[in-house]
């Protein structure tokens, strides 16, 4: 089994920048995409940023241009960098990792951690 740990929550203030790291560990693990989620209360969880093995990265409109997600291989860890925060990106923050174990896909989720953007 793998576990997904996330960091680096917490709160700022409009315009600034947070930073989130993401570790999975456990099973041998082909890790083809790593990404960011975001829910906020009443609402589905949502697209923030996904990058795949071979370094392609998509983000989610309103995040575009001022996110950036990128991912260590070796050490099996990927990282948002969230620059020019403003208060409707307040969510909790979800760490996704999806690959392969063996030939069975598997999709990997970690505990979550709030961002808080406010005055």
Do not use: H
């Not at 829910?39 to 983000?59: C, D, H, M, W």
């Amino acid at each position: 089994q793998v576990q997904v740990v996330e960091s680096g929550g917490g709160s700022v203030q409009p315009g600034g920048s947070l930073g989130l790291s993401c570790a999975a560990s456990g099973s041998i693990f082909s890790m083809n995409v790593m990404g960011w989620y975001r829910q906020t209360p009443g609402n589905e969880r949502e697209l923030v940023a996904v990058i795949f093995s071979g370094g392609v990265r998509k983000y989610g409109d309103s995040v575009s241009g001022r996110f950036t997600i990128s991912r260590d291989n070796a050490k099996n860890t990927v990282y948002l960098q969230m620059n020019s925060l403003k208060p409707e990106d307040t969510a909790v923050y979800y760490c996704n990792v999806r690959g392969y174990i063996g030939t069975k896909l598997y999709d990997f989720w970690g505990q979550g951690t709030q961002v808080t953007v406010s005055s």
